[in-house]
């Protein structure tokens, strides 16, 4: 097992992970992103109408190894309704 690093960019800017994790393979660097990226997600879109979130992980020498992207985009399809009264 090595150890990963895991970034994150939200609204919020870089959040640098400085733990890290014990991973074995490629398939759970990635299953672990994309956890990471559903979970911000999902506390981050009900009070934004839009956004974008990243995940970049790096080993244990600093190097990105994988980046996951989300981005995310609300509308409530009565504003145009709204916007014209």
């Known amino acids: 097992m090595a150890r990963y690093f895991f970034d994150l960019v939200n609204g919020s800017g870089l959040i640098r992970d ?35 979130i990243s995940v970049t992980v790096r080993d244990e020498r600093g190097r990105p190894v994988l980046t996951g992207n989300l981005s995310f985009k609300t509308r409530w399809h009565d504003d145009a309704e709204t916007d014209s009264k």
Do not use: K, M, N
């Open 18 to 52: 400085e733990q890290g994790q014990d991973v074995s393979t490629r398939e759970d660097i990635s299953r672990e992103v994309s956890r990471i990226l559903v979970d911000i997600a999902s506390e981050e879109l009900p009070g934004s109408g839009d956004g974008a």
